[in-house]
């Protein structure tokens, strides 16, 4: 079925392959107290606005240029959870931001954003009587190509490296994935035919050589290989979670291994990195990777529980958000750590979350 409306120019829609028209449906109020939570504190919104920038609504970004690191605007004030970015330098392994204070920050609002091969997504919630969220496809001049009506409250994004393919996740019922009434729905868009998949569980998924009909399958956190036809993904079933690999081409999925979640593929094309259940109710969650030859996996040096799908700078440095401890440092900011499990983690940029580099 074709794209079924427009909007200023912009497609609505996209082409369902195997659906009917999607049509938004009402939140719950479960979903409403959730996605003001996230706006208002979780997800970068702090205690203050350090970034000088120009006024709202009269920057672009152009985001087919390298070297810049494209994130949500954290604090408060009239740029908070604008879509913005900075520039990027430093050796090796060692990126930083060359000027935190010389934000460049748009007037497009979002509560996940990702960019890549000079394509953008950011997820967007309509805040009025009923929340309504929306993925907001953006060209290379972070300009809306494509606004598709979503059901749920954000959760994670990307693009893959060459632009053309892009996914996102949003929370159903629940807001977190710890919780035991998890439901989410992640769709995928092929920016090159237009085909979009609004729920990756209308895909076949083999576990242990047979199809898997679970009513309770839910799947988080994509990323695309080079092809921009394998993909990896995360799916629970039966309160467990698994590596998947699927391809969209045939609209498959195999599970390859447990408890590992929101993976998140190297520049290189060599290694995921993710995050891993410990076990443990005061941390969650610890960041690793995994060799993809080998599949040994690496604890990372960065203490604290991280429950976001890290990025890679470089194929020797992850980034990620995590949130401040403390009403008084309430707000979130972005860090990196060493690939490998060495050093320590280091502050890239404050008041910020929802990285992505552009290589």
């Not at 004030?77 to 392994?93: D, E, I, K, Y």
């Not at 590992?260 to 690793?288: I, M, Q, V």
Request: glycine letters at 10%; charged letters at 25%; a positive charge.
């Amino acid at each position: 079925m074709a794209g079924i409306g427009r909007t200023a120019g912009v497609a609505v829609t996209g082409t369902y392959p195997d659906a009917v028209p999607h049509l938004w449906r009402t939140a719950t109020p479960a979903l409403v107290a959730a996605t003001t939570a996230l706006l208002s504190s979780g997800c970068g919104d702090g205690d203050r606005d350090p970034a000088p920038a120009r006024p709202v609504g009269t920057v672009t970004l152009d985001l087919r240029q390298p070297g810049q690191l494209v994130f949500r605007q954290g604090g408060t004030g009239p740029t908070a959870g604008r879509l913005a970015a900075v520039r990027l330098s430093g050796p090796a392994g060692a990126p930083v931001v060359t000027s935190p204070d010389k934000r460049t920050i748009t007037g497009t609002s979002c509560v996940r954003v990702h960019a890549a091969g000079g394509t953008g997504v950011c997820l967007t919630v309509e805040r009025k009587a009923v929340a309504q969220t929306s993925a907001e496809i953006l060209d290379g001049q972070a300009r809306r190509s494509h606004l598709f009506p979503i059901e749920g409250v954000p959760s994670r994004a990307q693009v893959s490296a060459s632009g053309r393919m892009v996914s996102w996740t949003t929370f159903v019922e629940g807001h977190n994935y710890q919780s035991k009434n998890l439901s989410t729905r992640t769709g995928v868009f092929d920016r090159k035919t237009g085909r979009l998949w609004l729920d990756l569980e209308k895909f076949k998924l083999v576990q242990d050589g047979r199809r898997n009909w679970s009513a309770d399958l839910n799947y988080w956190g994509v990323t695309f290989t080079r092809d921009d036809d394998r993909f990896y993904a995360t799916a629970r079933t039966k309160e467990k979670t698994y590596l998947v690999e699927g391809r969209v081409s045939t609209r498959t999925m195999r599970t390859l291994r447990t408890n590992l979640e929101c993976p998140s593929l190297s520049p290189d094309g060599t290694r995921l990195a993710f995050k891993k259940a410990t076990g443990d109710p005061s941390r969650p969650w610890r960041l690793h990777t995994l060799d993809l030859r080998t599949m040994r996996e690496t604890a990372l040096a960065e203490p604290a529980s991280v429950d976001d799908q890290a990025v890679w700078i470089d194929d020797r440095t992850v980034a990620y958000g995590l949130l401040r401890k403390g009403a008084a440092k309430s707000g979130t900011d972005i860090w990196t750590v060493p690939a490998d499990g060495s050093g320590a983690p280091r502050l890239l940029l404050a008041d910020a979350y929802s990285p992505a580099a552009i290589r």
